[in-house]
């Protein structure tokens, strides 16, 4: 059996509830989704996303349990042309933190921050007890990609977590200067704080 599902798009005449949606958006919205970080472009981005997971619910593609909220986006201070964002955890997952830092050989697990950083290519993920803080992103589109990711990461864990071994020592982590040669070295303030060597700190503390 063949299901056609295009009718929005190209069928005439228009479902009402077809209608009712695209008014209510052109009327309290109207941004283009992926193309901004201003709130009704995260708004829109919103609507893209919450569309496709109610279209995979429906068909049963996957069953999340730990939902994951973006709150935060803005450029990145350190790297031009990047984003950064922040994210809200539907609970607290930091007692899985051990259980990534086993199964993912680039973690950082620092128990005593209460945080679990690891990279995806050029991308910092940490993730705290109950947010979620990732840098160097390349649009909003990609940030709720990263979401998913993460969220697919605690879920699966959590239940294959019996089979894993948790690994609470601290992976060697990055100096100090390390991270600082890695920023422009320009103090110029842009980040809130008063020198690159400030920031790089506060980075390390996930702050």
Known sequence: MVVYLDNAATSYPKPK?????????MLNNGATAGRGAYERA??????VY??????????????????????????????????????????????IFPYINAILNNATYNKNAGS??????????????????????????EAYEIMDLVKTLVND???KKDEIDPLHEMREQPK????YKNLPKLNCKKCGEGTCMA?????????
């Open 50 to 95: 919450d569309t496709r997971k109610a279209i995979a619910n429906f068909f049963n593609f996957y069953n999340p349990k730990e939902e994951v909220k973006m709150n935060f986006i803005k450029p990145c201070t350190t790297d031009a042309g990047k984003m950064q964002f922040k994210a809200k955890f539907s609970r607290d997952v930091s007692e």
């Open 17 to 25: 509830q077809v209608l009712d949606a695209v008014y209510d958006f």
């Open 116 to 141: 679990l950083t690891f990279k995806k290519e050029f991308r910092i993920i940490t993730l705290f007890p109950e947010k979620l803080a990732v840098a160097k992103i390349i649009n909003e589109s």
């Open 199 to 207: 920031f790089a700190s506060k980075l390390l503390q996930g702050q």
């Open 176 to 179: 100090i200067i390390d991270v």
């Open 42 to 47: 995260m708004e829109a981005d919103g609507l």
């Open 157 to 159: 864990t959590y239940e």
